[in-house]
């Protein structure tokens, strides 16, 4: 089952602070977030992985609550090149799924 | 690494045309991803392969789609016979592990007429 992302838009002045959330109904086993700019392919940021590991870029912060199966990305004092489309997709423990995605957090950063 | 290559990059059929996507992963990564992505349905995985065999193809819409995986260095996408709903971007990923990072291909833009 998809998780579902919010907000769906977010418009921010440079140099503000941003938080995009990811809830599923499935129990998970871990959280991947993706950026996509226009025309290009997903690029990754973080995995966070049940038991509290994190893999990803060291600028980026998230969170992930295992008993909610939410997790939160949070951009601090946003660069233009933070624009595009955030996506979260999730795994599922104990199976062999692959990851399913939401559908997206248009950011968009404005000088 | 050049990393993931696809082909083509464009590509545009007619409705009940055959078409094949192409993908090379990233050298010694052991997963490969078939994704879809379009405007209402968002990045959907169709189809992954671990070491060359197919594990979750449950997101493959219908029978038309079929994927494969000959060898480590090469896959395929395969829509026989293509209709305009099939019009998408299809990406190819691979990563090293099936929770680590997956690296994207720059996708197929498939158009249908």
């Known amino acids: 089952q998809q998780p579902v992302q919010s907000p769906q838009a977010v418009i921010l002045r440079e140099g503000e602070d941003a938080v995009i959330n990811c809830s599923s109904s499935?129990?998970?086993?871990?959280v991947h977030w993706y950026r996509q700019k226009h025309g290009e392919a997903p690029v990754f940021l973080m995995i966070l992985l049940k038991g509290g590991e994190q893999k990803g870029h060291e600028k980026i912060s998230a969170s992930f609550n295992e008993k909610k199966q939410q997790s939160s990305l949070y951009l601090t004092a946003s660069q233009l090149s933070y624009s595009g489309t955030y996506f979260c997709g999730t795994l599922s423990g104990g199976g062999a799924d692959g990851l399913t995605f939401g559908k997206g957090t248009h950011l968009i950063i404005q000088p | 690494d050049a990393g993931v290559i696809q082909s083509p990059r464009h590509e545009v059929t007619e409705m009940g045309q055959e078409v094949t996507l192409r993908c090379k992963p990233i050298?010694?990564?052991?997963?490969l991803f078939w994704y879809r992505q379009t405007m209402m349905r968002g990045l959907e995985l169709l189809i992954y392969?671990?070491?060359?065999?197919?594990?979750?193809d449950s997101g493959m819409p219908e029978d038309r789609f079929s994927a494969k995986m000959p060898n480590a260095s090469f896959s395929t996408l395969k829509i026989q016979p293509s209709e305009p709903r099939d019009s998408a971007v299809y990406f190819c990923?691979?990563?090293?592990?099936?929770?680590?990072?997956?690296?994207f291909g720059p996708g197929t833009r498939l158009t249908v007429l």
């Open positions: 990923a691979s990563s090293g592990q099936l929770y680590n990072e997956q690296f």
């Open positions: 050298s010694g990564h052991d997963y």
């Open positions: 499935k129990a998970l086993y871990s």
């Open positions: 392969f671990n070491n060359n065999v197919p594990i979750d």
